[in-house]
C-alpha cells in the first residue's frame, strides 16, 4: 500500500472514531422521546425544566445519583454511590427499588429492550443546559 494510501486509510479511521458510537448505539432518539412519556409524570428535561415529584433530568449521563438540579433527594440515592451511565441507568430504570432500594421512586420499571434501548439514547443527548432535545 502507498504512503498516500495508507495516510487515507487513517485519516478515514480518525474520522469515523467519532462516529462509531453514534453507529453503535441500538436505541432511536426519537422513538426514546415517546418512551419519555412514561417519565414526564414526575421528570422535566429542556431549557425551561423545573424539579417536580422526580428531579430534572438534563445531563443525567455522568451525574452522580443524589446529586444535582437543587432536589430533595432520598438518603439511599444520596448514598448509593452510583454515578449515572448506561449500565447503572437501565438498571435503575428496570427496577429502580432494586437497584436502589429505598429510592423514592415509585416507577416500577421499563421491561422492554427496546423500549431502555431508545431512552437512553434519548436522555443521552440532552445535554446539562437542556439542550438537545
Known amino acids: ?27 432511536d432518539a426519537v422513538a426514546g422521546k415517546a418512551v419519555f412519556n412514561q417519565c414526564k409524570a414526575c421528570h422535566q428535561v429542556g431549557p425551561e425544566a423545573k424539579n417536580g415529584v422526580g428531579p430534572i433530568l438534563n445531563g443525567i449521563y455522568g451525574r452522580k445519583a443524589g446529586e444535582g438540579a437543587s432536589y ?12 449515572w451511565d448506561e449500565a447503572t441507568l437501565r438498571a ?19 421491561k422492554r429492550e427496546k423500549q431502555l434501548d431508545d431512552l437512553m439514547a434519548y436522555l443521552k443527548g440532552i445535554k446539562a443546559d437542556g439542550s438537545g432535545i
Do not use: C, E, Q
Open 1 to 27: 500500500m502507498s504512503n498516500l494510501l495508507k495516510v487515507a486509510a487513517l485519516a478515514a479511521s480518525v474520522a469515523l472514531v467519532g462516529v462509531v458510537p453514534a453507529l453503535a448505539a441500538d436505541g
Open 92 to 110: 435503575y430504570l428496570t427496577d429502580p427499588k432494586a437497584k436502589v432500594p429505598g429510592t423514592k421512586m415509585i416507577f416500577p420499571g421499563i
Open 72 to 83: 430533595n433527594y432520598s438518603d439511599a440515592n444520596k448514598n448509593s454511590g452510583l454515578t
